[in-house]
């Protein structure tokens, strides 16, 4: 990690203050809110998703040493049964079919292989579960694209590895799952992804 990936990684939660309060808030709120069941949150990074589970058990796994630190102290006084564990999305440590739902929230951008993740968390989602994602994405205009494509080397390295320019929704349909809804925010570069897993 370079110190610059360092330094967002420390003062993330600084950082992405003034964005998570006026916009993600409540878009993770809905998104959280329809989790049912046995929950494994996907990259839990510092457990900003915590506060909005209800009536779930839910286990969060967190590759990142000082995400995780931060992840334990807030499970520690959310009102939900949140077990933090360190973990990767690409191997994920458990059987076939446990979860009801699986979440992931800005991640899919940062992982070396979304792929394999994706096929991991489809891996680890019972038959007919629930997988909820909140991502940025590819924009379908060329020329934001574009400017994605140019700016993701330098953004990878100043934010520890994040690509602007995934096209996650693609990546999804190609492993199979069933989209069930999409909604865009902040002019479509960023979405929630509703998906049913169909074993």
Not at 9 to 28: A, C, N, S, T
Not at 39 to 52: A, K, P, R, S, Y
Not at 149 to 173: A, F, Q, S, Y
């Amino acid at each position: 990690m370079n110190r610059w990936s360092k330094g967002f990684v420390q003062y993330y939660d600084r950082l992405m203050g003034p964005l998570e309060q006026k916009r993600f808030r409540r878009i993770r709120a809905e998104l959280v809110g329809k989790a049912s069941g046995n929950v494994l949150e996907v990259g839990c990074g510092t457990g900003i998703n915590f506060d909005f589970y209800k009536n779930v058990r839910v286990t969060a796994i967190e590759p990142n040493p000082i995400f995780r630190k931060i992840a334990l102290e807030r499970a520690s006084s959310t009102l939900a049964e949140v077990h933090v564990i360190e973990g990767n999305a690409e191997q994920l440590p458990f059987t076939n079919h446990t979860f009801d739902t699986v979440i992931g929230t800005l991640i899919l951008c940062t992982i070396p292989d979304p792929v394999q993740a994706i096929r991991e968390m489809k891996r680890v989602c019972k038959p007919a579960g629930t997988l909820l994602l909140f991502e940025h994405v590819r924009h379908k205009n060329i020329m934001l694209a574009t400017l994605q494509d140019v700016m993701t080397p330098i953004w990878k390295k100043v934010c520890d590895g994040c690509h602007l320019n995934r096209d996650t929704i693609e990546l999804i349909r190609e492993e199979g799952f069933e989209i069930v809804e999409v909604k865009t925010y902040l002019s479509s570069i960023f979405v929630t992804i509703e998906i049913r897993n169909r074993g």
